[in-house]
């Protein structure tokens, strides 16, 4: 169970279930039922352990050169144990997602099976032989933030929000754009781990410094595009730009000594509860206006 749960990267449990619960509740004017706790408990512990576990399993080799692998930011099996943990871990897998995921199919309609069949697929196909999508540069970054905003999404298609609504499609758009922007700042301290394993990612392709540029103006563009939110949900607007400072400060990043900016993705973990807090202030207030 200790290495289940390990798999599952409990400190980031919040960054998917959140997503959704606040879609479903700011969605419904606050209605709690069934599905909102059913959708917030897979979300929350499942979802995740789908989502990291097979990452853990099938990258085994890359993130035993990876020095930074083995605590909060990525569990590590004990290679004299390792086989049985991977399997014990995709075991579980099934065991914790099938059930849920069959339930939450038939609630919705066709529209929301189909989104939420897509978010699973694409956390399926980050890491899984044979698709391996964190190792199509651009892609990966695209698909990592389609891990936390698809619950938000399926949550919007499954109550039938108006997603072009002015208070929805920029929220989607800039979480979508925090999304890369955080993977591909998160992808710069590997550059040299995951060239030595034989990865490809955004980071590799186009070197340290160019992605923390990148990672910065997403970071920047976000908050833009979240300015075009109705009051007071525009003041949601400032919370990128922390991300963005946090990302600069790194901005002298080579290849060379890439994992200096391990220290900004730690910093960035704490940041997300942060500012957390204080997107929940404002949908607070968003609530309370409607």
Not at 89 to 106: K, Q, R
Not at 115 to 137: C, I, M, N, Q, T
């Amino acid at each position: 169970m200790r290495s289940i749960v390990a798999a599952s990267r409990p400190f980031s449990w919040v960054n998917t279930a959140y997503p959704f619960a606040a879609g479903y509740l700011l969605a419904t004017g606050g209605r709690v039922d069934v599905a909102l706790v059913v959708g917030t408990v897979y979300f929350l512990g499942p979802y995740n352990l789908l989502m990291y576990g097979i990452n853990d399993v099938f990258d085994y080799a890359s993130d035993l050169l990876n020095p930074r692998k083995g605590g909060i930011e990525g569990a590590l099996a004990d290679p004299a144990t390792a086989r049985s943990e991977h399997r014990r871990i995709l075991w579980a897998c099934a065991a914790t997602n099938l059930p849920l995921l069959g339930w939450l199919l038939a609630l919705g309609d066709a529209a929301a099976g189909a989104v939420l069949a897509l978010v699973v697929f694409l956390v399926v196909a980050y890491s899984a032989p044979g698709l391996r999508f964190k190792e199509r540069p651009g892609l990966d970054s695209a698909t990592s933030a389609m891990h936390f905003v698809g619950p938000l999404l399926y949550a919007l298609v499954l109550v039938g929000a108006d997603l072009t609504a002015p208070s929805v499609w920029p929220v989607l758009v800039a979480f979508f754009l925090w999304g890369m922007a955080s993977h591909a700042f998160g992808a710069v301290q590997d550059v040299r781990a995951d060239r030595a394993g034989g990865i490809a990612s955004v980071a590799t392709a186009v070197g340290a410094h160019a992605t923390v540029v990148a990672a910065t103006v997403g970071y920047l563009a976000a908050a833009a595009v979240l300015l075009v939110v109705p009051w007071p949900g525009s003041l949601t607007a400032l919370a990128p730009l922390p991300y963005a400072v946090n990302a600069a400060s790194f901005w002298s990043v080579r290849d060379a000594d890439c994992e200096r900016a391990n220290r900004g993705w730690r910093r960035f973990l704490w940041l997300n509860l942060v500012t957390g807090f204080a997107v929940t202030m404002v949908l607070i207030a968003v609530a309370r206006t409607a």
